[in-house]
T-cell receptor, first 113, second 113 residues
Framework: GESVGLHLPTLSVQEGDNSIINCAYS??????FIWYKQESGKGPQFIID?????DKRQGQRVTVLLNKTVKHLSLQIAATQPGDSAVYFC????????????FGGGTRLMVKP | DSGVTQTPKHLITATGQRVTLRCSPR?????VYWYQQSLDQGLQFLIQ???????AKGNILERFSAQQFPDLHSELNLSSLELGDSALYFC????????????FGPGTRLTVL
C-alpha cells in the first residue's frame, strides 16, 4: 500500500529516548481527545484517548496530557522504539450526534537506531 | 490487521466518472465511518452509519453518497469525479454509536486522471 505524502512537521528521536508530540486543538466543547498512529501504507490505529475533564491519562508506554487552558494536547512515548516510527494524529470527538472525529494535521515521528 | 476490509485497493478512473468503494466492518461492529485523506486536506471525516442509518455527516460533497446495508457492509459512491477527488479513502468501524476507538481499514487509493 501507499501512504499519503503529507508535508508534515517531523520529530526525529534516538531509539530509547522519550518522545513528545504536541497538538493544538480548537474546540473547547470537545468531549474527548484522541491520539491515532498511522504507519506507512496502513490506516490509522487508535492509541489512547482522554476525556475532557481529565488532565492526564497513561497507557502502555504512552501518556497523554491535556491542558485546556491553552487548548494543548501532548502524547509522550517512553523508550521510543523503531516500531514507533509513524505519523501521529490528534483528534477531537464531538458527541452531539453520532461520532465525528476531527483530525489534526499530524506529526511524523522518525526513530533513529 | 484491523479486521476491516476495503475493496478495491487501488482505483484509477477519469474525470466525470462514477465509482463505488466497498467496506466490510469488523465482525459485530454496527458503526461504519468513511474518511478522506488527501495531501492538502489531511484526514477528513465524511459520514457515519450506525446499524443501517446515517448518524453523523461531515464535509461530504453532494456528489458523494454512502449507504450501509442490512449485512452491515457499506458502500461509498463518488460521482462526477474531479481531479481533486484523488485521495485515500478509509473506512473504519466500531462496536457502538459513540466510540473513540475506531478500527480503520487499509484504504482505497483513488486516482482521477
Amino acid at each position: 500500500g501507499e501512504s499519503v505524502g503529507l508535508h508534515l512537521p517531523t520529530l526525529s528521536v534516538q531509539e530509547g529516548d522519550n518522545s513528545i508530540i504536541n497538538c493544538a486543538y480548537s474546540n473547547s466543547a470537545s468531549d474527548y481527545f484522541i491520539w491515532y498512529k498511522q504507519e506507512s501504507g496502513k490506516g490509522p490505529q487508535f492509541i489512547i484517548d482522554i476525556r475532557s475533564n481529565m488532565d492526564k491519562r497513561q497507557g502502555q508506554r504512552v501518556t497523554v496530557l491535556l491542558n485546556k487552558t491553552v487548548k494543548h494536547l501532548s502524547l509522550q512515548i517512553a523508550a521510543t522504539q523503531p516500531g514507533d516510527s509513524a505519523v501521529y494524529f490528534c483528534a477531537e470527538n464531538f458527541n452531539n450526534a453520532g461520532n465525528m472525529l476531527t483530525f489534526g494535521g499530524g506529526t511524523r515521528l522518525m526513530v533513529k537506531p | 490487521d484491523s479486521g476491516v476490509t476495503q475493496t478495491p485497493k487501488h482505483l484509477i478512473t477519469a474525470t466525470g466518472q462514477r465509482v463505488t468503494l466497498r467496506c466490510s466492518p469488523r465482525s459485530g461492529d454496527l458503526s461504519v465511518y468513511w474518511y478522506q485523506q488527501s495531501l492538502d486536506q489531511g484526514l477528513q471525516f465524511l459520514i457515519q452509519y450506525y446499524n443501517g442509518e446515517e448518524r453523523a455527516k461531515g464535509n461530504i460533497l453532494e456528489r458523494f453518497s454512502a449507504q450501509q446495508f442490512p449485512d452491515l457492509h457499506s458502500e461509498l459512491n463518488l460521482s462526477s469525479l474531479e481531479l481533486g477527488d484523488s485521495a485515500l479513502y478509509f473506512c473504519a468501524s466500531s462496536s457502538g454509536l459513540v466510540t473513540n476507538e475506531q478500527f480503520f481499514g487499509p484504504g482505497t487509493r483513488l486516482t482521477v486522471l
